[in-house]
């Protein structure tokens, strides 16, 4: 595995820890090993040092083994240089020659760029140039979001791996496709016969995904500004996961037939037209706010932010299916920094029962109109699925309230969930890109957002709308009361 930008925050929080730990569960051949390049100078023993002080910072839940340490370091290597400079990948080609020789790894190599985006094009086209896309084993390439600013661009990055890359070779990959819960929505619909017959317009009233995050957006100002959160959250992750929660089951849970049918539903999502732009997305930015006794800045407050600044850290739209399954049933997504809460779940609200004989024995109203069929599948910060429905309460009387059936990963099987990136990076080094994002789902993405994202850089907003540490601005409650529908509380 060559690592470009080995030495950055994702490397060492993410991608180092991961593969120690399928080292830890001899999830990796013995002969495996790592190059990393990034522009800072270094011996090989200076980057394993890092590397291991990066595992025993970032990897809370795996015990730290000096001698499987030990074992997994000697594959580790280092290589300076700029990635602009051509001698860079002469070096790391030489590198790759030797570790194949000394380590057996029959010329498989996975490329993962972990750099600027607007590197990743480049980074390819030397690849290409030095001839290491080709070798005596596989070579592939893994690229992390963002696919491109926009269509256009997303388009042209697709252009430029593909001179030098077959699409069957490149892994574009979206950490929370890699998620148990997310995952587990394939095993949840298509391995029961209780649910999918009821996963459809007829008996589901709406559906509503959020990703809050409480902390704001900390060191990341510049790299918002060009973001937005629409961009960073709705226009990859969340749709993936809408595509996952509401594509058609597949043939066979095979890679092309998955992903054909998440395709097929991103394909599905009707595109907005200009003027339907303000009754379906809202934008927000946060703004001064009291969080459990403590007092935080504004995002134009934070450091590095343009105190002037018009961009969302907040967005939340309105999406719906135009297919048999899903007409006429809107899919709400919301994403925010500097939230109530950090929170990653899926709400699928049923339709209330045709009628309700129990009103007049007491039930309270308050109680019947909060939708009682709920079900909630929990992707972090505690994975799980919850069902909500009505029961007696005891005592005398036909009176009613809600509870809960709980299902948590942790208490259930007794066994850690594994990590995204460790789930996603071991499918890379098999060759199963199940969940990983092809260039149509991605294109569809950006057609889904496109006029949201036209309509909002012609809008100058009267920000901040909303206060850190609240759910969102109040528009975001306008836009679905407008469809007799409510944001849940998680």
């Known amino acids: 595995m060559v690592i470009f930008g080995a030495n950055g925050d994702l490397t060492k929080r993410k991608l180092i820890p991961a ?4 080292a830890y569960e001899r999830r990796l051949p013995p002969g495996f090993a ?3 390049n990034s522009r800072t100078a270094m011996s090989h023993d200076d980057y394993r040092e890092k590397m291991k002080q990066a595992v025993q910072d970032f990897s809370e839940d795996t015990p730290f083994d000096e001698t499987l340490w030990g074992d997994f370091a000697s594959g580790l290597f280092y290589e300076a240089g700029d990635i602009a ?15 194949e020789s000394a380590r057996q790894t029959g010329g498989n190599v996975l490329f993962y ?13 030397r690849l290409g140039a030095h001839g290491m896309h080709r070798g005596n084993g596989w070579r592939r390439v893994v690229i992390e979001k963002p696919f491109g600013h926009d269509l256009e661009s997303a388009r042209q990055l697709d252009r430029d791996v593909h001179e030098v890359f077959a699409e069957d070779d490149v892994y574009r990959i979206d950490h929370y496709l890699g998620k148990e819960t997310v995952q587990n929505i394939l095993a949840f619909r298509f391995g029961n016969g209780i649910f999918e017959p009821l996963w459809n317009r007829r008996y589901i009233s709406h559906v509503q995904i959020t990703a809050a995050e409480s902390i704001g957006v900390e060191d990341r100002a510049p790299y918002y500004e060009k973001a937005g959160a629409l961009r960073d959250m709705i226009q990859n992750h969340l749709l993936q996961i809408m595509a996952t929660i509401a594509m058609e089951p597949p043939a066979v849970f095979e890679a092309h037939a998955v992903r054909d049918e998440r395709a097929k539903l991103l394909r599905s999502i009707r595109i907005l037209k200009p003027g339907e732009v ?13 969080v459990g006794g403590a007092q935080f800045l504004g995002f134009r407050e934070e450091k590095k932010a343009n105190p002037e600044s018009n961009i969302d850290t907040y967005a939340a739209a309105t999406f ?14 919301r994403t925010g920094k500097r939230m109530a809460k950090r929170i990653t779940d899926i709400a699928i ?14 039930m309270e109203e308050s109680v019947w109109g909060t939708r009682p069929n709920l079900l909630i599948l929990r992707v972090q910060p505690e994975e799980g699925i919850s069902l909500r429905f009505l029961s007696k309460q005891p005592g005398s009387g036909m009176k009613l309230r809600p509870v809960s059936m709980d299902f948590k990963y942790g208490s259930s099987f007794g066994v850690r969930s594994p990590a995204a990136y460790e789930t996603l990076l071991l499918d890379a080094l098999t060759g199963d890109a199940t969940l990983y994002t092809r260039q149509d789902m991605v294109e569809a993405s950006w057609q889904a957002v496109t006029p949201i994202l036209e309509e909002w850089s012609n809008r100058k907003f009267v920000f901040p709308n909303y206060e850190a540490g609240s759910w969102g601005p109040a528009e975001a409650d306008e836009m679905l009361a407008q469809r007799g ?3 849940r509380t998680p």
């Open 278 to 290: 303000a009754s379906h997305a809202v934008a927000g930015q946060y703004g001064p706010g009291r």
């Open 349 to 362: 609200h049923y339709n209330d029962a045709p009628h309700s004989p129990f009103n007049a024995a007491g």
């Open 113 to 125: 760029l972990s750099t600027q985006p607007d590197q990743y094009g480049p980074v390819v086209a």
């Open 320 to 333: 719906f299916v135009d297919n048999w399954r899903w007409a006429k049933v809107p899919f709400y997504i």
């Open 485 to 487: 529908h409510a944001w």
């Open 34 to 36: 790592v190059i990393g």
């Open 85 to 99: 400079d051509y001698a860079c990948y002469a070096a790391i080609k030489v590198r790759l020659d030797e570790v």
């Open 19 to 22: 593969l120690y730990r399928l």
